[in-house]
Protein backbone atom coordinates (compact mmCIF):
# COMPACT_ATOMS: atom_id res chain seq x y z
CA UNK A 1 0.00 0.00 0.00
CA UNK A 2 1.08 3.63 -0.64
CA UNK A 3 -0.51 6.35 1.09
CA UNK A 4 -0.40 9.27 -1.73
CA UNK A 5 -2.23 11.87 0.24
CA UNK A 6 -4.43 12.56 3.75
CA UNK A 7 -6.91 15.03 4.31
CA UNK A 8 -7.59 16.45 7.78
CA UNK A 9 -10.78 19.07 8.28
CA UNK A 10 -11.06 19.78 11.48
CA UNK A 11 -9.45 17.29 13.32
CA UNK A 12 -7.49 18.67 16.66
CA UNK A 13 -4.85 21.56 15.52
CA UNK A 14 -5.99 21.37 11.97
CA UNK A 15 -8.69 23.55 10.18
CA UNK A 16 -8.12 22.20 7.35
CA UNK A 17 -4.80 20.07 6.09
CA UNK A 18 -4.13 18.65 2.42
CA UNK A 19 -0.73 16.86 2.73
CA UNK A 20 0.48 14.94 -0.20
CA UNK A 21 2.80 12.18 0.09
CA UNK A 22 5.59 11.12 -2.66
CA UNK A 23 7.04 8.25 -3.78
CA UNK A 24 9.59 6.62 -1.11
CA UNK A 25 10.23 7.83 2.29
CA UNK A 26 8.27 10.86 3.45
CA UNK A 27 9.05 12.62 6.83
CA UNK A 28 6.79 14.16 8.75
CA UNK A 29 8.74 17.01 11.04
CA UNK A 30 7.34 19.37 13.35
CA UNK A 31 7.71 20.96 17.24
CA UNK A 32 6.10 19.45 19.91
CA UNK A 33 2.33 19.98 19.59
CA UNK A 34 2.50 20.97 15.47
CA UNK A 35 0.08 17.74 14.86
CA UNK A 36 2.36 15.26 14.15
CA UNK A 37 1.43 12.15 15.84
CA UNK A 38 -2.41 13.39 14.67
CA UNK A 39 -1.62 12.55 11.57
CA UNK A 40 -0.64 9.11 12.34
CA UNK A 41 -3.27 8.94 14.24
CA UNK A 42 -5.76 9.65 11.56
CA UNK A 43 -3.95 7.41 9.01
CA UNK A 44 -4.70 4.75 11.78
CA UNK A 45 -8.16 5.48 12.63
CA UNK A 46 -8.66 5.90 8.37
CA UNK A 47 -7.26 2.51 7.30
CA UNK A 48 -7.34 -0.03 10.49
CA UNK A 49 -10.32 1.49 12.12
CA UNK A 50 -7.30 1.97 15.09
CA UNK A 51 -8.03 5.20 18.04
CA UNK A 52 -6.28 5.15 21.81
CA UNK A 53 -10.21 6.68 22.79
CA UNK A 54 -13.45 8.84 21.84
CA UNK A 55 -13.64 9.53 18.10
CA UNK A 56 -14.78 12.71 19.51
CA UNK A 57 -11.45 13.59 21.05
CA UNK A 58 -10.21 13.89 17.43
CA UNK A 59 -12.55 16.88 16.76
CA UNK A 60 -10.81 20.61 16.60
CA UNK A 61 -11.80 22.55 19.72
CA UNK A 62 -15.46 23.99 19.55
CA UNK A 63 -16.55 21.63 16.42
CA UNK A 64 -19.04 19.13 16.27
CA UNK A 65 -17.82 17.85 13.14
CA UNK A 66 -14.86 16.86 11.50
CA UNK A 67 -13.55 14.72 8.66
CA UNK A 68 -10.15 12.76 7.85
CA UNK A 69 -10.16 11.76 3.92
CA UNK A 70 -7.03 8.95 3.01
CA UNK A 71 -5.83 8.58 -0.46
CA UNK A 72 -3.85 5.06 -1.18
CA UNK A 73 -2.98 2.36 -3.45
CA UNK A 74 -3.58 -0.93 -2.67
CA UNK A 75 -2.31 -4.19 -3.40
CA UNK A 76 -4.06 -4.28 -6.58
CA UNK A 77 -2.85 -0.96 -8.28
CA UNK A 78 -6.34 0.97 -7.78
CA UNK A 79 -6.65 4.35 -5.83
CA UNK A 80 -8.83 4.17 -3.17
CA UNK A 81 -9.96 6.78 -0.90
CA UNK A 82 -11.39 6.37 2.66
CA UNK A 83 -13.77 9.03 4.34
CA UNK A 84 -14.09 8.88 8.26
CA UNK A 85 -16.37 11.78 9.43
CA UNK A 86 -16.65 12.26 13.20
CA UNK A 87 -19.37 13.93 14.45
CA UNK A 88 -19.34 14.73 18.31
CA UNK A 89 -22.27 11.51 18.64
CA UNK A 90 -21.12 9.19 16.33
CA UNK A 91 -19.16 8.36 12.93
CA UNK A 92 -19.73 6.72 9.63
CA UNK A 93 -17.01 5.43 7.36
CA UNK A 94 -17.15 5.01 3.41
CA UNK A 95 -14.39 3.90 1.08
CA UNK A 96 -14.59 4.81 -2.63
CA UNK A 97 -12.55 3.50 -6.18
CA UNK A 98 -11.11 6.75 -7.41
CA UNK A 99 -11.17 5.01 -10.90
CA UNK A 100 -14.59 4.79 -11.14
CA UNK A 101 -15.56 7.70 -8.10
CA UNK A 102 -17.82 4.84 -7.11
CA UNK A 103 -19.04 4.55 -3.41
CA UNK A 104 -18.08 0.89 -2.66
CA UNK A 105 -19.05 0.06 1.13
CA UNK A 106 -20.42 2.61 3.80
CA UNK A 107 -20.18 0.68 7.46
CA UNK A 108 -17.19 -0.01 8.99
CA UNK A 109 -17.18 -4.29 8.75
CA UNK A 110 -17.45 -4.56 5.17
CA UNK A 111 -14.87 -1.18 4.83
CA UNK A 112 -12.18 -2.86 6.78
CA UNK A 113 -13.10 -6.39 5.41
CA UNK A 114 -12.39 -4.62 2.22
CA UNK A 115 -9.07 -2.96 3.24
CA UNK A 116 -7.52 -5.79 4.57
CA UNK A 117 -8.61 -7.60 1.26
CA UNK A 118 -7.09 -5.37 -1.06
CA UNK A 119 -3.45 -5.37 1.17
CA UNK A 120 -3.68 -8.89 1.42
CA UNK A 121 -4.22 -8.91 4.85
CA UNK A 122 -5.72 -12.47 5.99
CA UNK A 123 -4.75 -13.44 9.24
CA UNK A 124 -4.71 -10.81 12.14
CA UNK A 125 -6.51 -11.35 15.62
CA UNK A 126 -7.35 -7.62 15.46
CA UNK A 127 -6.61 -5.17 12.59
CA UNK A 128 -6.48 -2.25 14.55
CA UNK A 129 -3.91 -3.94 16.68
CA UNK A 130 -1.44 -3.98 13.71
CA UNK A 131 -1.61 -0.56 13.34
CA UNK A 132 -0.61 -0.33 16.87
CA UNK A 133 2.05 -2.83 17.46
CA UNK A 134 3.56 -3.23 14.14
CA UNK A 135 3.13 0.38 12.64
CA UNK A 136 2.96 2.95 14.71
CA UNK A 137 4.47 1.71 17.54
CA UNK A 138 4.11 4.23 20.21
CA UNK A 139 7.11 6.34 21.13
CA UNK A 140 9.21 4.69 23.93
CA UNK A 141 7.75 1.00 23.23
CA UNK A 142 9.67 0.05 20.10
CA UNK A 143 11.57 -2.45 22.33
CA UNK A 144 9.23 -4.21 23.56
CA UNK A 145 8.16 -6.79 20.85
CA UNK A 146 11.61 -7.90 21.24
CA UNK A 147 10.96 -8.89 25.35
CA UNK A 148 8.24 -10.61 24.63
CA UNK A 149 8.52 -14.86 25.45
CA UNK A 150 10.05 -16.35 23.30
CA UNK A 151 6.66 -17.93 21.60
CA UNK A 152 4.91 -14.64 21.33
CA UNK A 153 7.90 -12.90 19.69
CA UNK A 154 8.34 -15.80 17.21
CA UNK A 155 4.59 -15.75 16.34
CA UNK A 156 4.60 -11.74 16.03
CA UNK A 157 7.69 -11.89 13.89
CA UNK A 158 6.85 -14.79 11.60
CA UNK A 159 3.16 -12.99 11.09
CA UNK A 160 5.04 -9.43 10.11
CA UNK A 161 7.45 -11.03 7.46
CA UNK A 162 4.83 -13.82 6.17
CA UNK A 163 7.08 -16.49 7.42
CA UNK A 164 4.45 -19.33 7.80
CA UNK A 165 4.59 -19.09 4.04
CA UNK A 166 7.55 -21.48 4.07
CA UNK A 167 6.36 -23.50 6.58
CA UNK A 168 3.19 -23.74 4.83
CA UNK A 169 5.45 -25.29 1.86
CA UNK A 170 7.50 -27.48 3.55
CA UNK A 171 4.69 -29.04 5.07
CA UNK A 172 3.33 -29.92 1.40
CA UNK A 173 6.68 -30.79 0.28
Not at 71 to 81: G, H, L
Not at 138 to 150: I, R, T
Request: charged share 30%; glycine share 6%.
Amino acid sequence: MKITKIILNNIKSYVYEEIDFTEGINCILGLNGSGKSTIIESIGLALFNFNKGSLSQLLRYNENKGSIEVEFIANDDRVYKVIRTIRTKGSTVKIIDCQTNSELYDNVGDVYAFIKKVLKVKKTKEFSKMFEEIIAVPQGQYVNAFLEKSAARKENFDKLFDLHIYKETANKV
